[in-house]
Protein backbone atom coordinates (compact mmCIF):
# COMPACT_ATOMS: atom_id res chain seq x y z
CA UNK A 1 0.00 0.00 0.00
CA UNK A 2 1.18 3.69 -0.63
CA UNK A 3 1.82 5.31 2.61
CA UNK A 4 1.94 9.41 2.87
CA UNK A 5 3.26 10.20 5.87
CA UNK A 6 3.00 14.28 7.00
CA UNK A 7 5.16 14.76 9.80
CA UNK A 8 2.22 16.60 11.93
CA UNK A 9 -0.71 15.84 12.23
CA UNK A 10 -1.36 19.32 14.70
CA UNK A 11 0.45 22.40 15.17
CA UNK A 12 -0.06 25.64 16.81
CA UNK A 13 1.70 29.04 15.76
CA UNK A 14 1.73 32.44 16.27
CA UNK A 15 1.08 34.85 13.83
CA UNK A 16 4.51 35.93 11.73
CA UNK A 17 6.24 32.55 12.63
CA UNK A 18 7.95 30.45 10.02
CA UNK A 19 5.55 26.79 9.58
CA UNK A 20 7.47 23.84 7.98
CA UNK A 21 4.94 20.91 6.84
CA UNK A 22 6.73 18.16 5.43
CA UNK A 23 5.29 15.00 3.80
CA UNK A 24 6.84 11.74 2.54
CA UNK A 25 5.99 9.35 0.27
CA UNK A 26 7.36 5.45 -0.12
CA UNK A 27 5.94 4.42 -3.40
CA UNK A 28 8.15 6.63 -6.04
CA UNK A 29 5.77 8.97 -7.11
CA UNK A 30 6.09 11.51 -9.73
CA UNK A 31 3.55 13.54 -8.69
CA UNK A 32 3.54 15.63 -5.09
CA UNK A 33 0.87 17.75 -3.85
CA UNK A 34 -0.20 20.36 -1.17
CA UNK A 35 -4.10 21.21 -0.50
CA UNK A 36 -5.97 22.72 2.13
CA UNK A 37 -9.09 22.18 3.36
CA UNK A 38 -11.68 24.15 4.87
CA UNK A 39 -15.07 23.52 5.56
CA UNK A 40 -17.43 24.37 2.61
CA UNK A 41 -14.70 25.42 0.25
CA UNK A 42 -13.39 21.74 -0.07
CA UNK A 43 -9.94 21.20 -1.11
CA UNK A 44 -8.02 23.90 -2.53
CA UNK A 45 -4.61 23.44 -4.53
CA UNK A 46 -2.06 24.95 -3.15
CA UNK A 47 1.29 23.90 -5.14
CA UNK A 48 1.96 20.69 -6.74
CA UNK A 49 5.30 19.14 -8.25
CA UNK A 50 5.94 16.68 -11.14
CA UNK A 51 9.82 15.94 -10.51
CA UNK A 52 12.37 17.17 -8.14
CA UNK A 53 13.39 20.78 -8.14
CA UNK A 54 10.43 21.79 -10.49
CA UNK A 55 6.91 23.13 -8.65
CA UNK A 56 3.71 24.48 -10.31
CA UNK A 57 1.29 27.08 -8.17
CA UNK A 58 -1.70 25.73 -7.88
CA UNK A 59 -5.31 27.71 -7.41
CA UNK A 60 -4.23 29.41 -4.34
CA UNK A 61 -0.16 30.08 -3.56
CA UNK A 62 -0.36 33.22 -1.90
CA UNK A 63 1.39 33.38 1.27
CA UNK A 64 2.99 29.38 0.26
CA UNK A 65 6.30 28.41 -1.10
CA UNK A 66 7.33 24.45 -1.42
CA UNK A 67 10.66 22.54 -1.70
CA UNK A 68 11.28 19.15 -3.75
CA UNK A 69 14.63 18.37 -2.81
CA UNK A 70 14.17 14.74 -2.92
CA UNK A 71 11.61 12.51 -4.90
CA UNK A 72 9.87 11.31 -1.95
CA UNK A 73 9.92 14.68 0.06
CA UNK A 74 7.68 17.43 -0.47
CA UNK A 75 6.95 20.88 1.77
CA UNK A 76 4.85 22.93 2.80
CA UNK A 77 6.70 26.39 3.35
CA UNK A 78 4.50 29.15 5.48
CA UNK A 79 7.25 32.41 5.52
CA UNK A 80 5.18 34.45 7.61
CA UNK A 81 2.10 32.97 9.03
CA UNK A 82 -0.99 34.57 9.85
CA UNK A 83 -4.67 33.87 11.04
CA UNK A 84 -6.14 33.17 7.76
CA UNK A 85 -3.58 30.49 7.16
CA UNK A 86 -5.56 28.35 10.69
CA UNK A 87 -6.72 25.17 8.08
CA UNK A 88 -6.25 21.46 7.60
CA UNK A 89 -3.31 20.89 4.94
CA UNK A 90 -3.04 17.89 3.04
CA UNK A 91 -0.42 16.56 1.19
CA UNK A 92 -1.23 13.87 -1.73
CA UNK A 93 0.94 11.99 -4.01
CA UNK A 94 0.19 10.91 -7.46
CA UNK A 95 1.82 8.51 -10.33
CA UNK A 96 2.57 9.58 -14.04
CA UNK A 97 0.77 6.66 -16.41
CA UNK A 98 -1.94 5.99 -18.25
CA UNK A 99 -4.45 6.11 -15.22
CA UNK A 100 -3.08 9.58 -13.99
CA UNK A 101 -5.19 11.49 -11.33
CA UNK A 102 -5.79 8.94 -8.73
CA UNK A 103 -4.64 10.70 -5.48
CA UNK A 104 -3.20 8.79 -2.57
CA UNK A 105 -3.11 11.29 0.59
CA UNK A 106 -1.53 11.88 4.00
CA UNK A 107 -3.81 12.61 7.16
CA UNK A 108 -3.48 16.04 7.37
CA UNK A 109 -1.57 18.78 9.58
CA UNK A 110 -4.17 20.95 11.34
CA UNK A 111 -2.75 24.28 11.81
CA UNK A 112 -3.69 26.94 14.33
CA UNK A 113 -2.19 30.32 13.56
CA UNK A 114 -3.21 32.25 16.70
CA UNK B 1 -14.68 29.02 -15.29
CA UNK B 2 -13.84 25.23 -15.14
CA UNK B 3 -15.24 23.43 -12.01
CA UNK B 4 -17.38 20.67 -10.27
CA UNK B 5 -20.77 21.22 -8.70
CA UNK B 6 -21.42 18.97 -5.75
CA UNK B 7 -25.21 20.05 -5.23
CA UNK B 8 -26.11 18.28 -1.82
CA UNK B 9 -23.57 20.16 0.85
CA UNK B 10 -25.74 17.70 4.13
CA UNK B 11 -27.16 14.88 3.82
CA UNK B 12 -28.56 13.41 6.28
CA UNK B 13 -30.35 9.90 6.41
CA UNK B 14 -31.08 6.73 8.20
CA UNK B 15 -30.07 3.25 8.25
CA UNK B 16 -31.53 1.48 5.10
CA UNK B 17 -32.01 4.40 3.20
CA UNK B 18 -31.11 5.00 -0.30
CA UNK B 19 -27.91 7.46 -1.37
CA UNK B 20 -27.31 9.82 -4.27
CA UNK B 21 -25.07 12.36 -4.50
CA UNK B 22 -24.90 14.73 -7.08
CA UNK B 23 -21.90 15.42 -9.20
CA UNK B 24 -21.33 17.66 -12.13
CA UNK B 25 -18.85 18.70 -14.11
CA UNK B 26 -18.03 21.71 -16.87
CA UNK B 27 -15.10 20.29 -18.82
CA UNK B 28 -15.61 19.31 -22.01
CA UNK B 29 -13.46 16.08 -24.01
CA UNK B 30 -12.57 13.00 -21.83
CA UNK B 31 -12.21 13.16 -18.46
CA UNK B 32 -11.30 10.85 -15.66
CA UNK B 33 -13.78 10.90 -12.58
CA UNK B 34 -13.27 10.24 -8.96
CA UNK B 35 -15.03 9.86 -5.71
CA UNK B 36 -13.16 10.10 -2.47
CA UNK B 37 -14.45 9.26 0.72
CA UNK B 38 -13.18 10.98 4.19
CA UNK B 39 -14.61 8.49 7.44
CA UNK B 40 -14.23 11.21 10.73
CA UNK B 41 -10.55 11.07 11.83
CA UNK B 42 -9.16 9.66 8.99
CA UNK B 43 -7.62 10.30 5.60
CA UNK B 44 -8.87 11.01 2.17
CA UNK B 45 -9.03 7.70 0.34
CA UNK B 46 -10.37 6.53 -3.22
CA UNK B 47 -14.33 5.20 -3.31
CA UNK B 48 -14.21 4.48 -6.84
CA UNK B 49 -13.01 5.92 -10.20
CA UNK B 50 -13.81 5.98 -13.90
CA UNK B 51 -11.29 6.19 -16.66
CA UNK B 52 -12.84 4.38 -19.83
CA UNK B 53 -15.58 2.07 -20.79
CA UNK B 54 -18.52 0.86 -18.38
CA UNK B 55 -20.06 4.11 -17.36
CA UNK B 56 -21.62 2.27 -14.19
CA UNK B 57 -18.69 1.84 -12.12
CA UNK B 58 -18.49 -0.47 -8.61
CA UNK B 59 -16.41 1.01 -5.97
CA UNK B 60 -15.51 -0.58 -2.28
CA UNK B 61 -18.01 -0.86 0.27
CA UNK B 62 -21.60 -1.18 -2.04
CA UNK B 63 -20.72 1.96 -3.52
CA UNK B 64 -21.38 2.56 -7.29
CA UNK B 65 -21.49 5.51 -9.82
CA UNK B 66 -23.13 6.35 -13.47
CA UNK B 67 -21.30 8.67 -15.59
CA UNK B 68 -23.53 10.30 -18.18
CA UNK B 69 -21.62 11.87 -20.59
CA UNK B 70 -24.73 14.01 -22.11
CA UNK B 71 -25.32 15.27 -18.18
CA UNK B 72 -21.72 15.80 -17.61
CA UNK B 73 -22.57 14.29 -14.45
CA UNK B 74 -21.27 11.47 -12.11
CA UNK B 75 -23.79 10.34 -9.49
CA UNK B 76 -23.01 8.68 -6.68
CA UNK B 77 -25.23 5.73 -5.54
CA UNK B 78 -25.78 3.27 -2.78
CA UNK B 79 -28.70 1.01 -2.14
CA UNK B 80 -29.00 1.11 1.50
CA UNK B 81 -26.83 3.44 3.78
CA UNK B 82 -25.07 1.68 7.09
CA UNK B 83 -24.45 4.30 10.27
CA UNK B 84 -20.43 3.21 9.33
CA UNK B 85 -21.10 5.42 5.77
CA UNK B 86 -21.46 8.56 7.59
CA UNK B 87 -18.03 10.60 6.01
CA UNK B 88 -17.53 13.83 4.08
CA UNK B 89 -17.32 12.63 0.31
CA UNK B 90 -15.67 14.34 -2.09
CA UNK B 91 -16.43 14.43 -6.25
CA UNK B 92 -12.94 14.78 -8.34
CA UNK B 93 -12.61 16.06 -12.10
CA UNK B 94 -9.20 15.55 -13.99
CA UNK B 95 -9.75 18.07 -16.77
CA UNK B 96 -8.75 16.92 -20.70
CA UNK B 97 -4.88 16.08 -20.78
CA UNK B 98 -4.35 17.09 -16.99
CA UNK B 99 -3.30 14.65 -14.08
CA UNK B 100 -4.51 17.28 -11.49
CA UNK B 101 -7.80 16.80 -9.84
CA UNK B 102 -10.20 19.54 -9.42
CA UNK B 103 -12.62 18.65 -6.03
CA UNK B 104 -16.00 19.90 -5.51
CA UNK B 105 -16.73 21.32 -1.94
CA UNK B 106 -17.99 17.81 -0.71
CA UNK B 107 -20.99 16.39 1.00
CA UNK B 108 -21.32 15.66 4.28
CA UNK B 109 -23.28 12.60 5.20
CA UNK B 110 -24.77 11.48 8.40
CA UNK B 111 -26.37 8.41 8.70
CA UNK B 112 -28.56 7.72 11.68
CA UNK B 113 -28.61 4.43 13.00
Known amino acids: DVKVTQSSRYLVKRTGEKVFLECVQDMDHENMFWYRQDPGLGLRLIYFSYDVKMKEKGDIPEGYSVSREKKERFSLILESASTNQTSMYLCASSLIGTHTGELFFGEGSRLTVL | AQSVSQHNHHVILSEAASLELGCNYSYGGTVNLFWYVQYPGQHLQLLLK??????LVKGIKGFEAEFIKSKFSFNLRKPSVQWSDTAEYFC???????????FGRGTSLIVHP
Open chain 2, 50 to 55: YFSGDP
Open chain 2, 92 to 102: AVNAPGSYIPT
